[in-house]
């Protein structure tokens, strides 16, 4: 549970807000807090997030009906707001399981993956690979969406699943684009979070309270590199096991003491200004790309 990935959205302003930023080097065409919000991932982002999934599984569900398939999964559950700190911080996980090196966070999928794979599973094999095909087309049919933090994505153009996303965003390319691309901007803003005064500060804050409890790291990345080879080391005894919770819950609260999850997420959403001029246009058409699919979505709904 490394906080400056679990809190790692970041503003220009408080999220939500209706300010801009200007495009750099054209006063005249701002950005608008919807794509901040999307840069980071942030402010309206995760109950917009919401909205969309809500739409596409309900299109889906429609889809794979008429196709002679049952599609259970249920609607998508809400996201906790970047803006809650505790939320970002997560307390009471850390004081069950620390970071999770000695217990490991379960990889079991969520209930929507979880209900989709036991109806799949019910199946016969012809069936099966009946339900693949209806649900994701050939493969064959496939276009290549760029610019994603994973290189070039192939992206599906026939079955439920691409004409559920063609309904709402015009395209499975362009759902691809409004979909990774701020993904994209999300983690390389947040890497440079780091390196802000706002956040050398409050990590000075974060390190004097650790020091207080006894726990003389450098970072919250430190604190957990220390442990992990001190599992590899030891193994992940009782006496290890009490000690990461310890430390992750100490990071924890002192991460609220300092109000890091709250500078980051400030930080970041002011680093969006710093984006290149093609970066902060591309930005501008994903989020009216959005809006569209956000109207188209609540139709749906």
């Keep these: 549970m490394l906080l400056t990935v679990s809190v790692g959205c970041a503003g220009a302003r408080p999220a939500g807000r209706s300010g801009t930023t200007p495009l750099e080097g054209n006063p005249q065409q701002p950005l608008s807090s919807m794509a901040i919000d999307l840069a980071t991932h942030s402010g309206t982002w995760p109950a917009t997030e919401r909205t969309l999934m809500a739409a596409e599984i309900r299109l889906i569900r429609a889809c794979m ?121 999300d983690n390389e803003l947040g890497q440079r979070v780091t390196s802000a005064p706002a956040y050398l500060r409050a990590m000075d804050e974060w390190r004097s309270c650790m020091a207080g409890r006894g726990l003389p790291y450098r970072s919250p990345e430190q604190a957990q590199g220390a442990l992990r080879k001190e599992s590899e080391a030891t193994g992940s005894t009782d006496a290890f096991r009490r000690r990461e919770i310890a430390v992750a819950v100490g990071d924890g609260e002192c991460a609220l003491r300092a109000h890091l999850p709250g500078v980051s997420l400030r930080v970041q959403r002011e680093l969006v200004a710093t984006l290149s001029r093609g970066e902060q246009q591309t930005l501008a058409e994903l989020a009216a790309l959005r809006e569209g699919a956000l109207r188209r979505a609540g139709m749906v709904l």
């Design 65 to 185: 009906q008429e196709k002679g398939f049952r599609y259970p999964a249920p609607d998508p559950p809400a996201r906790a707001a970047p803006e809650d700190e505790r939320a970002a911080v997560e307390l009471a996980d850390r004081s069950r399981t620390g970071y999770g090196i000695s217990r490991p966070p379960s990889q079991t999928p969520g209930p929507g993956s979880a209900s989709v794979d036991r109806y799949y599973r019910t199946l016969p094999a012809a069936r099966q690979r009946a339900f693949d095909q209806a649900l994701n087309g050939p493969p064959d049919k496939k276009v290549t969406v760029k610019e994603t933090d994973w290189g070039e994505v192939r992206v599906a153009t026939q079955g439920c699943d691409a004409e559920s996303r063609s309904r709402l965003a015009g395209s499975p390319a362009a759902w691809a684009r409004i979909t990774y691309i701020p993904e994209k901007y």
